[in-house]
């Protein structure tokens, strides 16, 4: 009987704490998860500027896009790939043309 | 498609033949022309870069984004589609199976979402059951 009574008043002592400990755990969660996709959120709306973005082929500067796409270390801007006054096209255009 | 377009268009699907690359690597128009190979962003960089001597930026694009799940790059004029790696110019028959990305040209680059080339090179890469599944496509099958 005694031990029983122990027992109650050891429990009523320890669950006010054990609340409050779980209640803090979970506010603390929460606002963790909300902290990491508000950043998501904020960098999907505006890439970080010459940083990796998620793979490195990729890069962003300026508003321009940067791709390494043949030689490691060998960044172009997307723009430098399609040159219409290669002189190099003029031959080919002409064959083209005339075929 | 006018005379020229469908010239121009002709020419690279005949002259570039197609061969894969062991890893990634986008030529430049004049290497390609001198290789005379290359896979579906060599040709496609070609082609744009002729197309665009005769039409303005805002009509001719070099398009990256998927065919059916797989990377790929195509040409875009006034909306339509054109397949550089077609063994000649025509029609392509599943254009609801290709979704861009991203296009450019020599004036711009257009991202269809904030950072979708970042997601290009994420997506799968297998370009022998590409071009079986284009060659399906195209057989009616």
């Known amino acids: 009987m005694?031990?029983?009574?122990?027992w109650?008043?050891?429990?009523?002592?320890?669950?006010?704490?054990?609340g409050v400990v779980i209640g803090v755990l979970g506010v603390s969660i929460s606002l963790l998860v909300l902290t990491r996709s508000q950043a998501q959120a904020?960098?999907?709306?505006e890439p970080p500027t010459g940083v990796d973005v998620d793979v490195p082929k990729v890069r962003y500067h300026d508003s321009q896009v940067f791709v390494e796409v043949r030689n490691p270390g060998e960044w172009h801007e997307l723009r430098e790939f399609v040159r219409p006054d290669d002189p190099y096209l003029s031959h080919a255009i002409m064959g083209a043309l005339s075929g | 498609m006018d005379d020229i377009a469908y010239k121009l268009f002709d020419y690279v699907c005949k002259t570039i033949?197609?061969?894969s690359d062991n890893g990634e690597w986008w030529g430049f128009?004049?290497?390609?022309?001198s290789k005379r190979y290359g896979d579906c962003d060599d040709s496609t960089i070609l082609l744009?870069?002729?197309?665009?001597?005769y039409y303005p930026p805002d009509r001719v694009y070099a398009v990256v984004g998927s065919y059916r799940g797989y990377g790929h790059m195509w040409v875009e004029l006034d909306g339509k589609i054109l397949e550089t790696t077609y063994t000649s110019a025509h029609t392509v028959p599943d254009p609801h199976n290709y979704r861009a990305y991203a296009k450019f040209n020599d004036?711009?680059?257009v991202e269809l979402w904030p950072r979708a080339m970042s997601r290009i090179f994420q997506l799968?890469?297998?370009e022998c059951n590409k071009l079986t599944l284009m060659a399906e496509a195209v057989s009616g099958r």
Request: hydrophobic fraction near 45%; charge should be neutral; charged fraction near 20%.
């Open chain 2, 124 to 126: 799968a890469h297998n």
């Open chain 1, 42 to 45: 904020v960098g999907s709306l």
């Open chain 2, 107 to 109: 004036i711009y680059t």
């Open chain 2, 29 to 33: 128009p004049a290497e390609v022309l």
């Open chain 1, 2 to 6: 005694v031990k029983n009574l122990e």
């Open chain 1, 8 to 18: 109650d008043e050891a429990y009523s002592a320890v669950m006010p704490l054990l």
């Open chain 2, 17 to 19: 033949s197609y061969r």
């Open chain 2, 48 to 53: 744009a870069s002729m197309l665009r001597r």
